[in-house]
């Protein structure tokens, strides 16, 4: 899948796959409550560009949407610590 943004392009064949994960997008206002909303789980992509830019797909919405450096570190840092020390370099022992 390919989308420009920001009159950059991003391409899913381009780029290198760097991990598949889930997250809960809140949903629209229930018709009875608008106050409360349904959690939908939608699957992601995330991948880097060889300029070493960020973004991720949406499969189940087949969309694309930009990462700063800082966001695609806290979701890899946060669900993939291994990955993040593959990427980013050792981390202090705790």
């Known amino acids: 899948m390919k989308a420009i943004i920001g009159e950059k392009l991003y391409d899913t064949e381009k780029a290198t796959e760097i991990c598949k994960f889930r997250r809960g997008v809140k949903g629209p206002a229930c018709w009875w409550n ?6 939908v789980k939608h699957d992601l992509t995330m991948y880097r560009t060889s300029k070493g830019a960020y973004f991720e797909h949406d499969t189940d919405k087949d969309t694309i949407n930009f990462l700063l450096e800082t966001e695609a570190r806290a979701i890899i ?9 593959e990427l980013f370099g050792t981390v202090e022992e705790g």
Do not use: A, N, R, W
């Open 34 to 39: 608008p106050d409360y909303s349904f959690t």
């Open 77 to 85: 840092k946060q669900l993939f610590p291994d990955l993040y020390i």
